[in-house]
């Protein structure tokens, strides 16, 4: 399969707001269920072994006129919830049987309680997760989350979610993370073969897919990469951060690249690779899920970090392992963790003498030449004098 057909299907999953796909996947058998999620990780291994289908719901787009979802909120907090109900008011949700609100900011915490009034009949948790990250204190605390949780979908779904199944599950989605991860390295060494708008598409069209198709997706992927020449660019290397929550227009991303700027990181879609170690698949499942989240989870904003953390090591890491010369810093509007994290990353950046430029977006913004104009002059002075 040629890659443009992989990203032709992709865009199409990613315009379609009425979910078609996922739609067609819970027709396809009776008894089949779907659990949406907040863009923000949330074991989904879990869902899987349940038998049901995890599907990441990220707002709606440049494509969604907000209307209803803005009598909801104050307008002075990020457009991700608002889209969100816009989209269960339209009943373009109402085949979700259940919603989880992972830890992200109070906002979404408060967006988990307006879905519980919005649809009583529906299962509604916000999961949180533990502040202490030791085993003793954060790691039973995260294992009894996750012990609720599976408690809440054997409910919904009428069956017992067995360690084995969910041990399979697990070594399904640690499959899944390596091809991810074989993408994102791809675009690092080779970003013109594999521009950031195909990668980003690639990953949305992980949210509504099986992880079974997903992986096939991006295995195809892969292949068809070495079997096309695409042309090299005189394009600076930056990576993109604080775009882990609310998503950025599409047209963002390719205008960052038009601009002349290869992203050759991220934290757009981070939910599909925030687990950065494989999860083992022997032992107590649920025990390893714990874990695994304490010890091998990405740094971001939407993640506490204990007072010992360096602020910003993982982002520096990420600048040295791509090789790459700048930091762009873009957050959502009134994106309080992204907000309130930068001034400390640019910090660190500027001590480490890497240059950085900073905006804001929402996933509706229209005016791209701004930001053009702004990554564009950004490329311009790396070239010039980094």
């Given at each position: ?14 315009e ?51 209307i209803h ?45 307006m ?35 599976k ?123 925030w ?29 506490y ?40 990353l ?22 791209m ?18």
């Amino acid at each position: 399969m040629a890659t443009a057909d992989i990203i032709h299907r992709c865009e199409e999953l990613y315009e379609d707001l009425d979910f078609t796909a996922v739609r067609n996947w819970k027709d396809a058998e009776p008894g089949r269920k779907v659990i949406g999620y907040m863009p923000v990780y949330v074991p989904r291994e879990l869902i899987h072994a349940a038998g049901m289908l995890p599907l990441g719901v990220l707002g709606g787009g440049d494509q969604l006129e907000v209307i209803h979802g803005d009598a909801y909120y104050q307008s002075y907090i990020c457009r991700i919830p608002r889209s969100t109900v816009e989209l269960a008011i339209t009943k373009r949700l109402d085949f979700v049987d259940g919603m989880l609100f992972p830890s992200i900011c109070d906002v979404i915490r408060n967006l988990s309680g307006m879905w519980k009034l919005m649809n009583p009949d529906v299962y509604v948790r916000y999961f949180d997760v533990p502040q202490n990250y030791s085993d003793e204190i954060g790691g039973e605390y995260y294992r009894n989350e996750l012990e609720e949780l599976k408690s809440g979908l054997e409910n919904l779904a009428g069956t017992t979610i067995s360690d084995d199944a969910l041990r399979a599950s697990i070594d399904v989605y640690n499959q899944n993370r390596d091809l991810v991860n074989d993408v994102y390295r791809l675009r690092a060494e080779t970003p013109w073969k594999a521009p950031s708008a195909e990668v980003y598409l690639l990953m949305r069209a992980g949210m509504v897919l099986t992880v079974e198709e997903h992986s096939a997706m991006l295995r195809d992927y892969l292949d068809a990469t070495l079997q096309e020449d695409r042309p090299q660019r005189d394009n600076c290397r930056v990576v993109v951060n604080g775009s882990f929550c609310e998503q950025p227009p599409l047209n963002l991303i390719k205008s960052i690249e038009m601009a002349g700027c290869y992203i050759v990181d991220d934290d757009y879609m981070l939910v599909t690779r925030w687990l950065q170690e494989p999860v083992p698949t022997d032992g107590d499942p649920l025990l390893n899920l714990a874990r695994a989240f304490l010890h091998h989870s990405a740094d971001t904003a939407a993640r506490y970090c204990s007072c010992d953390a360096e602020v910003g090591q993982f982002l520096l890491d990420s600048v040295t392992r791509t090789g790459a010369e700048g930091v762009i810093f873009a957050a959502p509007s009134f994106c309080d963790p992204a907000l309130l994290e930068r001034p400390m990353l640019v910090d660190r950046m500027a001590e480490h003498d890497i240059p950085s430029i900073s905006f804001k977006y929402a996933e509706n913004s229209g005016q791209m030449q701004p930001i053009r104009e702004q990554a564009g002059t950004f490329a311009d002075s790396i070239k010039l004098w980094s």
